[in-house]
């Protein structure tokens, strides 16, 4: 088959022929290495990941569920073998896929003594191009084949996970999954965040304001109420307040919960803008907003004041008679994929104003 054909060159490993089976779980010695490399991908991919979810259903056995889309998934079983990572993982699903079985195979026959990040990696990498799945960002997080330096599990215990980075105080979480961890690392920032931008000369001048969607942190509702004087829209809100009562541009701001290393989402709830940058659905065309644009040291008022640039910039003005049902959360998230997908090809440069 072609597609393993590119894999399997694109690996350049040894080719060592090693059929996949599945063997019962078994109590063995798992290096702190591995288990520090285990507790590392429950942490990028948890329960809660909209494509590719694992769960450690024992000290050498992760089961995955990899989601192409509603209805349809595929689990992979991985069970460290004695010996790891000097023999191979062993791999196993019941899918009947004729690519899944290749990609396992293959998996298998280019087993080079690596970590368990790498063969994750070859696995995802392998799995969303053959299903035309959009990779998510954690896959570059895992280009060094192992667990991060500001990654590390307290030790003995396997469920107490210890994350510091430059960016962030340490944070320690003791007997929580790998999603309660994640949680309490964007929860922390957030609560900071939120702090900083409430206190901040921004709202304090008026440039806009802020406020929580149902006291949750994960939601924030931004109301842009300043832009430059000469610009259509800053005339534009005039009439609008004189038309509809009020005089802003309404934003919602949805962090993921593995941010601050994912972008938050963020789209115009009202009114409807006409150029600006402002798609269908309300998305906002920027490279900031994506996975390649995004870096954990943005701050969010940044971003807010970016935002505002950039409607100016794309000379945005109001649709006074438009239809508010055009704009949703549901069809803003579509129009930004499609989007996304379109300016990895085509690069990004000066997005289009349409």
Same mark, same amino acid.
């Given at each position: 088959?072609?597609?393993?054909?590119?894999?399997?060159?694109?690996?350049?490993?040894?080719?060592?022929?090693?059929?996949?089976?599945?063997?019962?779980?078994?109590?063995?010695?798992?290096?702190?290495?591995?288990?520090?490399?285990?507790?590392?991908?429950?942490?990028?991919?948890?329960?809660?990941?909209?494509?590719?979810?694992?769960?450690?259903?024992?000290?050498?056995?992760?089961?995955?569920?990899?989601?192409?889309?509603?209805?349809?998934?595929?689990?992979?079983?991985?069970?460290?073998?004695?010996?790891?990572?000097?023999?191979?993982?062993?791999?196993?699903?019941?899918?009947?896929?004729?690519?899944?079985?290749?990609?396992?195979?293959?998996?298998?026959?280019?087993?080079?003594?690596?970590?368990?990040?790498?063969?994750?990696?070859?696995?995802?990498?392998?799995?969303?191009?053959?299903?035309?799945?959009?990779?998510?960002?954690?896959?570059?997080?895992?280009?060094?084949?192992?667990?991060?330096?500001?990654?590390?599990?307290?030790?003995?215990?396997?469920?107490?996970?210890?994350?510091?980075?430059?960016?962030?105080?340490?944070?320690?979480?003791?007997?929580?999954?790998?999603?309660?961890?994640?949680?309490?690392?964007? $929860?922390?920032?957030?609560?900071?965040?939120?702090?900083?931008?409430? /206190?901040? #000369?921004? !709202?304090? &001048? +008026?440039?806009? *304001?802020?406020?929580?969607?149902?006291?949750?942190?994960?939601?924030?509702?931004?109301?842009?109420?300043?832009?430059?004087?000469?610009?259509?829209?800053?005339?534009?809100?005039?009439?609008?307040?004189?038309?509809?009562?009020?005089?802003?541009?309404?934003?919602?701001?949805?962090?993921?919960?593995?941010?601050?290393?994912?972008?938050?989402?963020?789209?115009?709830?009202?009114?409807?803008?006409?150029?600006?940058?402002?798609?269908?659905?309300?998305?906002?065309?920027?490279?900031?907003?994506?996975?390649?644009?995004?870096?954990?040291?943005?701050?969010?008022?940044? $971003?807010?004041?970016?935002?505002?640039?950039?409607?100016?910039?794309? /000379?945005? #003005?109001? !649709?006074? &008679? +438009?239809?508010? *049902?055009?704009?949703?959360?549901?069809?803003?998230?579509?129009?930004?994929?499609?989007?996304?997908?379109?300016?990895?090809?085509?690069?990004?440069?000066?997005?289009?104003?349409?």
């Amino acid at each position: 088959m072609q597609f393993l054909q590119e894999f399997q060159r694109n690996l350049n490993f040894m080719n060592l022929s090693s059929p996949v089976f599945l063997l019962s779980s078994r109590t063995m010695a798992v290096s702190e290495s591995v288990q520090d490399d285990m507790a590392y991908l429950l942490y990028l991919f948890p329960a809660s990941h909209p494509t590719f979810q694992i769960v450690k259903e024992s000290p050498t056995e992760l089961k995955c569920t990899f989601i192409i889309d509603e209805g349809e998934v595929i689990d992979v079983k991985v069970t460290l073998s004695d010996g790891f990572p000097e023999t191979p993982l062993i791999w196993y699903s019941s899918s009947d896929d004729l690519r899944v079985i290749e990609i396992l195979d293959c998996l298998v026959e280019t087993h080079d003594g690596s970590g368990i990040v790498r063969y994750f990696r070859r696995l995802l990498k392998a799995l969303y191009s053959v299903f035309d799945v959009v990779e998510p960002p954690q896959l570059e997080r895992m280009k060094d084949g192992k667990c991060p330096p500001w990654f590390t599990r307290k030790k003995p215990d396997d469920d107490i996970i210890d994350l510091t980075n430059s960016d962030d105080e340490k944070i320690v979480s003791t007997g929580k999954t790998s999603e309660s961890v994640q949680d309490t690392v964007a $929860l922390k920032r957030l609560m900071k965040e939120f702090k900083a931008v409430s /206190e901040s #000369d921004s !709202v304090k &001048n +008026g440039i806009f *304001s802020v406020s929580l969607i149902g006291d949750c942190l994960f939601k924030w509702e931004v109301q842009l109420k300043k832009f430059y004087e000469g610009s259509r829209l800053a005339k534009d809100l005039i009439t609008l307040k004189e038309q509809q009562g009020y005089d802003y541009v309404l934003l919602n701001i949805i962090f993921p919960k593995a941010y601050p290393f994912d972008p938050p989402f963020v789209h115009v709830v009202k009114p409807i803008i006409n150029n600006g940058f402002v798609v269908s659905g309300g998305a906002i065309c920027m490279e900031l907003l994506t996975p390649g644009g995004w870096s954990s040291c943005y701050l969010v008022e940044s $971003l807010i004041l970016q935002i505002a640039a950039t409607l100016v910039e794309g /000379e945005a #003005d109001i !649709v006074f &008679n +438009g239809n508010l *049902s055009n704009y949703s959360l549901r069809k803003a998230r579509a129009s930004f994929k499609m989007l996304d997908i379109l300016h990895r090809s085509n690069g990004w440069g000066q997005p289009n104003k349409s």
